[in-house]
C-alpha cells in the first residue's frame, strides 16, 4: 500500500479530504466526558458508511485507552476496534488512530505519573499487535494544548496551575508519543507518526511583545521536542529549567528524536490571541496577567484591525520551521450553516494555494463529523451544548448537511459552487470588532493574505447588490423582518420584498421579479396572520396564504426548481392527541385559517415537490411588539390586567431561533414538511407566567381562564404542540425566553 504521506508523489497526488470525529475523553476531578458515548458513535456502526459515502482518504479515528483499558490492559475489551477497524479497511477508508486524546489515561495513571509515557507504550504496543495493518499513528493529539489545558489553567485532571505541573505533563506526553511510536515501530516497521497540535498565535500591545514573544515559541515545543531541537540555546530551555525541568529530561529528546512523518495543525478561529493591558476595554472575565503585568486575554478576530492571520499564515510558518509534509488536521467552526462552509473552503483555497507555491500540504480534514458537545465549556461541565458538523445529531439519525456536499465535491475535484461561498466570513467582516480595534502588528505577509481574502462584499438588501439575493417576501410582517435582521448579521445578501413590489397573487409579477432578481432561493414570510378575522373574511385569508403560496412555489419551479420555503401552522391540527404532533400526522383544521395552511401545504408540493414547508405555532419575538409575550409583559409591568387561556397547550416559537433553523434548513437543501418550535409543552397562562419571571415582573393581574370564556371567534385545538420525527433543532424555550429577555434589555 503506498504511503498517503510519500514525498515523491505529493506533486502528482491530490489534495486529500480526510475526516475526524470529535473523540475527547477527559477527566475533571473524577468524572471522565466521553465524546464518542455522548454523540452516539460508539453504538453506530453505519455511521461509517456515511463516512464513506463523503469520499473521504482517511479518518482520524479513536482508540483510546482510556475507552479500551480502563481497568488495565490484562482487562482490554477489543470488540469495538476490532469491529470498527475492520469496516473501515473494508470501505477502503485509511485510519489515522488515535491512543490519548485531551485525555489524562485510565485511573491508574495522570499525566504526571512518573510512567505514564511507558504505560502509554505498553498499550500502544498491544493496538500495533492487534492490528499490524494500521500504519498512521497519533498516540497523543495536542499534548501542548492538553498540558495547559490540564497543568497551567487547572481545567483538566489533574487540575495544575502552575508552571512545574504543565512542563511535567508536556514532557511526560512528548516523551509517551516517543515510546508509544517505538514499541509501534517495533511491531510494524513502517508506521508512521501524525502528530497534531494548536498552533494558536499570540498577538499583543507594544508593552506585553515580551509575554506574546515568550508564547509565540512556545507553541512550538510539541514538534520542537519532538524534533530534537530543545538545547541550551532555544529560547525556551531557560524557561523549561527554571520550572523544575532537568537539563538530563530535555537532552534525552536530543539525543532520541521522534520527528513526526507528518505535522497535524489544528487551526479555530479562536486560537489566536490579543493580550492588552488597557483592561477598561474588556469585561472582566478576560483579565488575567503574568504576575508581572495584568492584562486581558482576548480572542484576536474580535479587536485585530488587520483581520486574523488565519490559516496559511500558520502551515507557511510550520513548513519554513520543519520542512516536514503537513496536513491541517481539525477543521471545525461552530456557527451558522454558511459560515461552516465558508470556514472549510478559505482553509481548502489556503491549503491548495500553498502547495502551488511549493508548500508540502498533503490534507484537508473535515472535524467533527458528527459535531461536538460541551466545547464552549471547555468540556469542564456536561449540560448537553450541541455543535453540528458534517452530519447533525438533534434528528433521529445523523443528518447530512450542506458541509457533506461541500467535502463530496472536494473529494472528488469539484469546485463548491454555492451562492453564500462568495461572501466573506464573519472574521472578514466589520462586525467581527466588539472590541475597540487595535493594530496586532501582522506582518506584511500575514496582512496580505487578510485583504486577499477579504473582498468588499455589499449586503445590501436590494436587487443591485453584486451577489445573487435571497428574496425574502414579506416586508412589513415579524417573520419577513426578522429574516431580513438576522440575513444581514449572517453575511447573506437579501431583499425584502413589498406587497407593491410583488403581488404574490399574480403570477406574472411573480415570474417577472423572479426573472430579475435572479435569487438564489425564495422565502415566503407574507401571510394573513388574523385567524380570527379569518373566518369573516376567508377570501383574503385563502388569497394569501393558499393562492399566494402555491404560485410563487409553481413560478420557482419554472425557475429551474428555485429552492423555496413557506411557513405552515400547528392550527391545521384539530387537538385531538396528548402527545406532540410530528410531520407525517394527519392533519384536520378547525378554523377558516388552519384550512388556509392545509390547503396550502398540499398545493405547495404538487407544485414544487422540492419546497421546504416549516410548521410553526405561536410566535414571539424582541422585534415585534404585538406578540403574545411582548403584550402580556407591557400589560402587566403597567398593573393592567392579563387574560390568558390556562386550557389550551402550545409549543411557543421564539422568531429568531425559527429563522437561524429556517435558514440552515434551507442551506442543507432539506425539502417537505418540517416541525420548527421551540421544545416545550405549556399553556398560554403559564407561558405569561414564564416571560414574567424571567423579566421579573408581577403577575398579580394575570387571570387564567378556560379558553372558552376567551370569546374568541375562530374555533382552536386545545392541543397543538409541535414535536418532529425529522429533527429538532429550535433550543427549549427557557432559553429562548432568556434571550428575548436579554435582547429587549428586560
Same mark, same amino acid.
Given at each position: 500500500?503506498?504511503?498517503?504521506?510519500?514525498?515523491?508523489?505529493?506533486?502528482?497526488?491530490?489534495?486529500?479530504?480526510?475526516?475526524?470525529?470529535?473523540?475527547?475523553?477527559?477527566?475533571?476531578?473524577?468524572?471522565?466526558?466521553?465524546?464518542?458515548?455522548?454523540?452516539?458513535?460508539?453504538?453506530?456502526?453505519?455511521?461509517?458508511?456515511?463516512?464513506?459515502?463523503?469520499?473521504?482518504?482517511?479518518?482520524?479515528?479513536?482508540?483510546?485507552?482510556?475507552?479500551?483499558?480502563?481497568?488495565?490492559?490484562?482487562?482490554?475489551?477489543?470488540?469495538?476496534?476490532?469491529?470498527?477497524?475492520?469496516?473501515?479497511?473494508?470501505?477502503?477508508?485509511?485510519?489515522?488512530?488515535?491512543?490519548?486524546?485531551?485525555?489524562?489515561?485510565?485511573?491508574?495513571?495522570?499525566?504526571?505519573?512518573?510512567?505514564?509515557?511507558?504505560?502509554?507504550?505498553?498499550?500502544?504496543?498491544?493496538?500495533?499487535?492487534?492490528?499490524?495493518?494500521?500504519?498512521?499513528?497519533?498516540?497523543?493529539?495536542?499534548?501542548?494544548?492538553?498540558?495547559?489545558?490540564?497543568?497551567?489553567?487547572?481545567?483538566?485532571?489533574?487540575?495544575?496551575?502552575?508552571?512545574?505541573?504543565?512542563?511535567?505533563?508536556?514532557?511526560?506526553?512528548?516523551?509517551?508519543?516517543?515510546?508509544?511510536?517505538?514499541?509501534?515501530?517495533?511491531?510494524?516497521?513502517?508506521?508512521?507518526?501524525?502528530?497534531?497540535?494548536?498552533?494558536?498565535?499570540?498577538?499583543?500591545?507594544?508593552?506585553?511583545?515580551?509575554?506574546?514573544?515568550?508564547?509565540?515559541?512556545?507553541?512550538?515545543?510539541?514538534?520542537?521536542?519532538?524534533?530534537?531541537?530543545?538545547?541550551?540555546?532555544?529560547?525556551?530551555?531557560?524557561?523549561?529549567?527554571?520550572?523544575?525541568?532537568?537539563?538530563?529530561?530535555?537532552?534525552?529528546?536530543?539525543?532520541?528524536?521522534?520527528?513526526?512523518?507528518?505535522?497535524?495543525?489544528?487551526?479555530?478561529?479562536?486560537?489566536?490571541?490579543?493580550?492588552?493591558?488597557?483592561?477598561?476595554?474588556?469585561?472582566?472575565?478576560?483579565?488575567?496577567?503574568?504576575?508581572?503585568?495584568?492584562?486581558?486575554?482576548?480572542?484576536?478576530?474580535?479587536?485585530?484591525?488587520?483581520?486574523?492571520?488565519?490559516?496559511?499564515?500558520?502551515?507557511?510558518?510550520?513548513?519554513?520551521?520543519?520542512?516536514?509534509?503537513?496536513?491541517?488536521?481539525?477543521?471545525?467552526?461552530?456557527?451558522?450553516?454558511?459560515?461552516?462552509?465558508?470556514?472549510?473552503?478559505?482553509?481548502?483555497?489556503?491549503?491548495?494555494?500553498?502547495?502551488?507555491?511549493?508548500?508540502?500540504?498533503?490534507?484537508?480534514?473535515?472535524?467533527?463529523?458528527?459535531?461536538?458537545?460541551?466545547?464552549?465549556?471547555?468540556?469542564?461541565?456536561?449540560?448537553?451544548?450541541?455543535?453540528?458538523?458534517?452530519?447533525?445529531?438533534?434528528?433521529?439519525?445523523?443528518?447530512?448537511?450542506?458541509?457533506?456536499?461541500?467535502?463530496?465535491?472536494?473529494?472528488?475535484?469539484?469546485?463548491?459552487?454555492?451562492?453564500?461561498?462568495?461572501?466573506?466570513?464573519?472574521?472578514?467582516?466589520?462586525?467581527?470588532?466588539?472590541?475597540?480595534?487595535?493594530?496586532?502588528?501582522?506582518?506584511?505577509?500575514?496582512?496580505?493574505?487578510?485583504?486577499?481574502?477579504?473582498?468588499?462584499?455589499?449586503?445590501?438588501?436590494?436587487?443591485?447588490?453584486?451577489?445573487?439575493?435571497?428574496?425574502?417576501?414579506?416586508?412589513?410582517?415579524?417573520?419577513?423582518?426578522?429574516?431580513?435582521?438576522?440575513?444581514?448579521?449572517?453575511?447573506?445578501?437579501?431583499?425584502?420584498?413589498?406587497?407593491?413590489?410583488?403581488?404574490?397573487?399574480?403570477?406574472?409579477?411573480?415570474?417577472?421579479?423572479?426573472?430579475?432578481?435572479?435569487?438564489?432561493?425564495?422565502?415566503?414570510?407574507?401571510?394573513?396572520?388574523?385567524?380570527?378575522?379569518?373566518?369573516?373574511?376567508?377570501?383574503?385569508?385563502?388569497?394569501?396564504?393558499?393562492?399566494?403560496?402555491?404560485?410563487?412555489?409553481?413560478?420557482?419551479?419554472?425557475?429551474?426548481?428555485?429552492?423555496?420555503?413557506?411557513?405552515?401552522?400547528?392550527?391545521?391540527?384539530?387537538?385531538?392527541?396528548?402527545?406532540?404532533?410530528?410531520?407525517?400526522? #394527519?392533519?384536520?383544521?378547525?378554523?377558516?385559517?388552519?384550512?388556509?395552511?392545509?390547503?396550502?401545504?398540499?398545493?405547495?408540493?404538487?407544485?414544487?415537490?422540492?419546497?421546504?414547508?416549516?410548521?410553526?405555532?405561536?410566535?414571539?419575538?424582541?422585534?415585534?411588539?404585538?406578540?403574545?409575550?411582548?403584550?402580556?409583559?407591557?400589560?402587566?409591568?403597567?398593573?393592567?390586567?392579563?387574560?390568558?387561556?390556562?386550557?389550551?397547550?402550545?409549543?411557543?416559537?421564539?422568531?429568531?431561533?425559527?429563522?437561524?433553523?429556517?435558514?440552515?434548513?434551507?442551506?442543507?437543501?432539506?425539502?417537505?414538511?418540517?416541525?420548527?418550535?421551540?421544545?416545550?409543552?405549556?399553556?398560554? #397562562?403559564?407561558?405569561?407566567?414564564?416571560?414574567?419571571?424571567?423579566?421579573?415582573?408581577?403577575?398579580?393581574?394575570?387571570?387564567?381562564?378556560?379558553?372558552?370564556?376567551?370569546?374568541?371567534?375562530?374555533?382552536?385545538?386545545?392541543?397543538?404542540?409541535?414535536?418532529?420525527?425529522?429533527?429538532?433543532?429550535?433550543?427549549?424555550?427557557?432559553?429562548?425566553?432568556?434571550?428575548?429577555?436579554?435582547?429587549?434589555?428586560?
Amino acid at each position: 500500500m503506498t504511503s498517503i504521506f510519500d514525498s515523491k508523489l505529493k506533486t502528482q497526488l491530490p489534495l486529500e479530504v480526510w475526516g475526524g470525529v470529535e473523540c475527547t475523553v477527559n477527566r475533571v476531578g473524577e468524572e471522565y466526558f466521553d465524546q464518542i458515548e455522548r454523540n452516539g458513535h460508539g453504538t453506530r456502526l453505519e455511521d461509517l458508511e456515511l463516512f464513506a459515502q463523503l469520499g473521504i482518504q482517511a479518518i482520524r479515528y479513536p482508540l483510546l485507552w482510556e475507552r479500551i483499558a480502563p481497568n488495565g490492559l490484562e482487562n482490554a475489551d477489543w470488540s469495538w476496534a476490532d469491529v470498527r477497524l475492520g469496516r473501515l479497511r473494508e470501505l477502503g477508508i485509511c485510519p489515522i488512530v488515535g491512543l490519548v486524546h485531551h485525555g489524562s489515561g485510565p485511573r491508574y495513571t495522570s499525566l504526571v505519573d512518573p510512567a505514564f509515557p511507558e504505560k502509554l507504550a505498553e498499550f500502544a504496543r498491544a493496538v500495533a499487535e492487534r492490528y499490524p495493518w494500521v500504519k498512521y499513528y497519533t498516540p497523543i493529539n495536542e499534548p501542548l494544548t492538553t498540558a495547559r489545558f490540564s497543568g497551567l489553567y487547572g481545567h483538566w485532571y489533574p487540575h495544575g496551575r502552575d508552571d512545574l505541573t504543565f512542563g511535567r505533563a508536556l514532557l511526560s506526553e512528548c516523551r509517551g508519543v516517543c515510546l508509544a511510536m517505538q514499541a509501534i515501530r517495533e511491531v510494524n516497521p513502517g508506521a508512521e507518526l501524525v502528530q497534531t497540535e494548536d498552533l494558536g498565535k499570540i498577538y499583543s500591545t507594544p508593552k506585553l511583545t515580551y509575554q506574546a514573544e515568550f508564547e509565540n515559541e512556545r507553541r512550538w515545543l510539541t514538534f520542537d521536542l519532538l524534533c530534537g531541537r530543545i538545547s541550551p540555546n532555544h529560547p525556551i530551555w531557560g524557561y523549561l529549567r527554571n520550572c523544575g525541568i532537568s537539563e538530563s529530561e530535555l537532552e534525552e529528546f536530543c539525543q532520541n528524536p521522534c520527528p513526526p512523518d507528518l505535522i497535524g495543525i489544528n487551526h479555530y478561529l479562536t486560537s489566536d490571541r490579543f493580550l492588552d493591558e488597557n483592561l477598561e476595554n474588556y469585561p472582566s472575565w478576560t483579565h488575567g496577567g503574568n504576575g508581572r503585568d495584568e492584562y486581558a486575554d482576548i480572542e484576536a478576530v474580535r479587536v485585530c484591525a488587520e483581520g486574523a492571520a488565519g490559516p496559511r499564515s500558520l502551515l507557511q510558518e510550520a513548513w519554513e520551521r520543519y520542512q516536514i509534509p503537513l496536513a491541517v488536521t481539525e477543521v471545525h467552526l461552530h456557527c451558522t450553516r454558511e459560515e461552516q462552509l465558508r470556514w472549510l473552503c478559505e482553509v481548502w483555497n489556503a491549503a491548495q494555494e500553498l502547495r502551488s507555491q511549493g508548500v508540502d500540504v498533503r490534507a484537508v480534514t473535515a472535524w467533527a463529523l458528527l459535531g461536538t458537545y460541551d466545547w464552549n465549556s471547555l468540556l469542564t461541565r456536561w449540560v448537553g451544548h450541541y455543535e453540528s458538523g458534517v452530519f447533525d445529531l438533534r434528528s433521529p439519525q445523523p443528518r447530512a448537511t450542506a458541509i457533506a456536499k461541500i467535502i463530496r465535491d472536494l473529494a472528488t475535484g469539484r469546485n463548491p459552487d454555492h451562492p453564500l461561498l462568495d461572501i466573506p466570513g464573519w472574521w472578514h467582516r466589520p462586525e467581527r470588532l466588539v472590541y475597540p480595534a487595535v493594530s496586532c502588528g501582522l506582518d506584511k505577509r500575514s496582512i496580505r493574505e487578510s485583504e486577499s481574502i477579504l473582498s468588499p462584499a455589499p449586503l445590501l438588501p436590494c436587487s443591485s447588490a453584486s451577489h445573487r439575493p435571497l428574496a425574502i417576501i414579506g416586508a412589513t410582517g415579524t417573520l419577513g423582518k426578522a429574516f431580513a435582521r438576522l440575513c444581514e448579521v449572517r453575511g447573506i445578501p437579501y431583499r425584502l420584498l413589498t406587497r407593491q413590489e410583488m403581488d404574490i397573487a399574480h403570477p406574472v409579477t411573480v415570474d417577472a421579479v423572479l426573472t430579475e432578481l435572479q435569487p438564489w432561493a425564495v422565502i415566503n414570510a407574507a401571510g394573513y396572520v388574523r385567524v380570527d378575522d379569518a373566518e369573516r373574511e376567508p377570501g383574503n385569508c385563502l388569497r394569501v396564504n393558499t393562492v399566494g403560496a402555491e404560485i410563487l412555489a409553481t413560478v420557482c419551479a419554472q425557475h429551474n426548481n428555485l429552492p423555496f420555503v413557506t411557513f405552515s401552522s400547528d392550527l391545521v391540527f384539530n387537538g385531538a392527541v396528548t402527545q406532540p404532533y410530528v410531520e407525517t400526522d #394527519a392533519i384536520s383544521p378547525l378554523s377558516v385559517y388552519g384550512c388556509s395552511k392545509a390547503l396550502a401545504e398540499k398545493r405547495v408540493l404538487q407544485a414544487c415537490p422540492t419546497s421546504l414547508i416549516i410548521r410553526t405555532s405561536a410566535f414571539f419575538s424582541p422585534w415585534d411588539d404585538y406578540n403574545f409575550v411582548s403584550i402580556a409583559l407591557r400589560e402587566l409591568s403597567a398593573g393592567e390586567e392579563f387574560l390568558a387561556a390556562q386550557d389550551t397547550i402550545i409549543s411557543p416559537t421564539y422568531v429568531p431561533d425559527l429563522v437561524h433553523a429556517s435558514l440552515d434548513l434551507l442551506i442543507d437543501g432539506e425539502t417537505g414538511l418540517w416541525h420548527s418550535a421551540n421544545k416545550c409543552e405549556i399553556s398560554w #397562562a403559564n407561558l405569561a407566567r414564564l416571560a414574567a419571571k424571567q423579566a421579573g415582573v408581577s403577575i398579580k393581574r394575570l387571570i387564567a381562564l378556560p379558553t372558552r370564556h376567551l370569546n374568541l371567534v375562530a374555533p382552536r385545538p386545545t392541543y397543538s404542540v409541535l414535536g418532529s420525527s425529522r429533527g429538532e433543532l429550535m433550543p427549549g424555550l427557557e432559553s429562548a425566553i432568556s434571550r428575548y429577555c436579554e435582547e429587549c434589555q428586560i
